[in-house]
């Protein structure tokens, strides 16, 4: 039976969460940009969102369709109750929410900022801004598996038929609380993995960012030679399902079977496209 | 062991040794009950000390802070305890010329989150339970013709595609509907169909 096929649509809405670093070690720069790992994170997030609200759109003027359930959870410093933590990392009307519809998504932003160009290109333009760059503490990746996994879970309960959660994780480092309630990372994973809709398993994909100028690696299939981390993101990573490798394929990525959702010491405009490689599912049939 | 570590260790001995001196001036004590007053006052010095720095421990953040917070927004204190390094917000462009619009500056008070500390883990089903069995309902076959031998006919006066058609035999009797056109043809299978010109007065 084929899995990872169902469309989105109004009925069949689909899931996407972003687990968004929020360490200490996000405040270091990243590569020739200038500004911060934080900074390029919320930036690309920010680009995503607004892609999937665009996407969502089938006329122009017309209303943002509800395709998508959208959260998004930084781990690190937080905001709302200063210190180390898991929170909801949408700011302004939408603090604080787990999962938010798209369209409650596209009308709420936090502020509407001129923002650089994410290709570093030297324009820019006034886009919605949903999440802000913040980074100080440590790494507890642990507890935003089980905080989002409890909001994945409710959702993927109530979306039987839909197309599996997508669960992004954008980090720079490693974890800090593994063990944590007596559970490894990969049995946290596991355990969000294990998450279910009649289209298959959630999809736990992870893109690591690196301060160095390193070459990018991008959904490998083996993780014989990658640098750490790459091997143990690669065992934690999702095998990517077919629609995706169809879509990093048209994107122009060299895609062998069994690759991972996974990129490795990726750059500001390589980290916008596989945020929208991991987040296209298949369209509708025409 | 840090500064702070250490001055409050000193004032603890210089203290503990003052009361000692003191409580020896105040009243003769023999052997044995100097000794169990000295033992008691270290430890219950001891134990003051290593509170007063654990105390001190849990409050010190695990990161500093390298520059200051944007006063944009500002994070929430919570309810009014002192709050610990706050987390670093970052101007998402160096350019501070460009200052940055808040639609919604106020955050809403904090919503239920579903779930949190919840064992969902443990919770079944994992995968819904109801696994979608029934088939989508077949088409209703259509009979009136076969649908892989049906082409799409065109009026050849306006190019209208809405046609009535009569067949007799291998021969087929079109008119079409288009109030504008109402053209009448024949057609017998095998025959090239009529050369369509297109009349923008009929097309309505």
């Not at chain 1, 972003?18 to 934080?38: F, N, P, Q």
């Not at chain 1, 160009?117 to 503490?137: E, N, T």
Request: with cysteine; aromatic share 6%.
């Amino acid at each position: 039976m084929d899995r990872y096929r169902q469309s989105v649509s109004r009925s069949e809405p689909g899931c996407v969460v972003i687990l968004l670093d929020r360490s200490d070690s996000m405040k270091l720069a990243w590569g020739r940009t200038g500004a911060s790992l934080a900074v390029g994170a919320a930036l690309a997030v920010n680009n995503i969102l607004l892609d999937m609200c665009i996407k969502a759109t089938t006329e122009v003027n017309a209303p943002v369709r509800h395709y998508f359930d959208v959260g998004i959870f930084s781990y690190g410093a937080r905001v709302n109750t200063p210190g180390e933590g898991v929170e909801s990392a949408f700011g302004g009307v939408l603090a604080g929410r787990g999962l938010v519809p798209l369209p409650e998504l596209a009308e709420h932003p936090m502020a509407v900022r001129e923002e650089p160009s994410i290709d570093l290109m030297p324009v820019s333009a006034r886009m919605p801004v949903w999440v802000d760059p913040v980074h100080g503490y440590r790494t507890p990746m642990c507890q935003a598996i089980e905080v989002a996994g409890a909001h994945v879970f409710d959702w993927a309960a109530g979306h039987p038929n839909s197309f599996p959660p997508i669960v992004i994780n954008i980090t720079d480092g490693m974890v800090t609380d593994s063990p944590h309630d007596g559970a490894s990372l990969h049995d946290w994973v596991k355990r969000l993995t294990s998450i279910e809709t009649n289209d298959g398993a959630t999809l736990f994909f992870n893109i690591f960012l690196s301060p160095f100028e390193v070459a990018e690696i991008v959904f490998p299939s083996d993780p014989t030679g990658l640098p750490a981390p790459g091997p143990d993101l690669f065992e934690l990573s999702s095998p990517l399902p077919q629609p995706m490798i169809d879509n990093a394929r048209v994107d122009g990525y060299d895609v062998q079977p069994g690759a991972r959702g996974l990129a490795l010491n990726v750059g500001r405009s390589t980290l916008l496209r596989v945020l929208q490689i991991g987040t296209r599912v298949p369209d509708r049939p025409r | 062991m840090t500064t702070k570590s250490v001055v409050v260790v000193s004032l603890t001995v210089v203290c503990a040794t003052a009361g000692g001196l003191l409580g020896s001036r105040l009243r003769y004590l023999d052997t044995s009950q100097s000794v169990v007053l000295v033992a008691v006052s270290a430890l219950l010095g001891f134990a003051v000390a290593i509170g007063l720095l654990t105390t001190e421990r849990r409050s010190v953040p695990k990161a500093e802070p390298e520059t200051e917070p944007e006063t944009e927004r500002e994070p929430e204190t919570g309810t009014g305890a002192a709050p610990v390094s706050p987390p670093v917000f970052e101007h998402p462009t160096d350019d501070t010329s460009l200052s940055p619009v808040f639609v919604h500056p106020t955050p809403s008070p904090e919503p239920a989150r579903s779930g949190n500390n919840r064992p969902w883990w443990t919770e079944t089903p994992g995968r819904p339970a109801a696994v979608r069995t029934e088939q989508p309902a077949a088409a209703t076959p259509l009979t009136s013709y076969d649908a892989n031998r049906a082409v799409v006919a065109q009026c050849p006066h306006c190019g209208d595609f809405r046609l009535d058609v009569e067949q007799h035999g291998d021969a087929y009797a079109f008119h079409c509907r288009n109030p504008n056109c109402g053209h009448r043809w024949e057609w017998s299978a095998g025959a090239p169909w009529p050369t369509t010109v297109v009349r923008r007065n009929l097309t309505g």
